[in-house]
């Protein structure tokens, strides 16, 4: 059965003269699946719904580099074309991104110590100096796989259907840029401030790649995507200001055992 939302969409933009090749793909940049697709497209036109919509042709989905590019200037075709991505497959992009983005670290540090332009000491050929780095990537890979999985807890709440997979894959597509732009803070290490600035930018990309992917995998509104992205920040923020003024007040506020305590000290060695 054909979705009344699309067949309502497409229904009235054929009759104001749109053409339906444009409309259908206007449809795939919002996440729409292709066999809902044709069928709301043949209960409009009248025509004999497909039983099953044939596989595109071997090259024509983007690939890894065709993936990256999309994670700068295409979200919305990202994600679409990612929908049908298997949890190992994104588990070996996460791997494959962390390792270029470590690769282009490394390139770019022993170039400015070459150079004489690099305030660190960086020898990467010395022994167990990889050490920090390797258990660096882990430390991520492991943080982006168990932080999409306390974000999928607010994608259920908010009536996600993407399942596990559709939050990783928003998480971790969505880190691309950051990933592997970070060495731009040791090219600009001397200028904090436009390290400062690039660090936000990406920051605020992520979010907005993050956003665009649940929206998409997860078939939810933007507002929902929205709040499943911020809720988590807003909790993690209250939390981290109540435990900051609960310390406070256990600094500044004296027991009324300790106040005797100090009376009794002050009393055996007056001023």
Not at 68 to 76: E, G, L
Not at 254 to 261: E, F, L, R, T
Request: hydrophobic fraction near 55%; aromatic fraction near 8%.
């Amino acid at each position: 059965m054909a979705d009344p939302r699309l067949v309502q969409y497409l229904r009235e933009n054929i009759q104001q003269g749109y053409p339906a090749d444009r409309l259908v793909t206007a449809l795939r940049g919002q996440g729409w699946p292709e066999q809902e697709i044709q069928i709301a497209l043949a209960d409009v036109t009248g025509a004999k719904a497909p039983k099953h919509v044939p596989s595109p042709a071997a090259g024509t989905k983007p690939g890894l580099l065709g993936n990256i590019k999309n994670s700068f200037i295409h979200p919305r075709t990202l994600f679409s074309a990612i929908k049908d991505v298997s949890f190992s497959s994104v588990i070996l992009t996460l791997v494959l991104v962390l390792v270029i983005g470590f690769g282009l670290r490394i390139v770019v540090s022993l170039l400015m110590s070459f150079l004489g332009s690099s305030p660190f000491d960086i020898v990467v050929w010395q022994e167990g100096s990889l050490f920090p780095e390797i258990t660096g990537l882990i430390s991520v890979l492991l943080g982006i796989v168990i932080g999409a999985g306390f974000l999928h807890l607010f994608a259920i709440l908010l009536g996600g259907k993407g399942g596990y997979s559709g939050t990783l894959k928003a998480a971790v597509y969505g880190m691309i840029p950051a990933m592997l732009l970070s060495f731009l803070a040791l090219v600009l290490v001397a200028v904090p401030i436009a390290v400062g600035i690039i660090q936000i930018v990406l920051f605020l990309w992520f979010l907005v790649l993050l956003i665009v992917g649940l929206k998409t995998l997860h078939k939810i509104s933007g507002i929902r995507a929205i709040l499943v992205v911020v809720t988590p920040i807003i909790l993690v923020v209250a939390l981290v200001v109540f435990l900051f003024s609960f310390a406070l007040i256990e600094i500044f506020t004296i027991a009324p055992n300790d106040s005797m305590i100090l009376q009794s000290l002050m009393n055996q060695f007056p001023v």
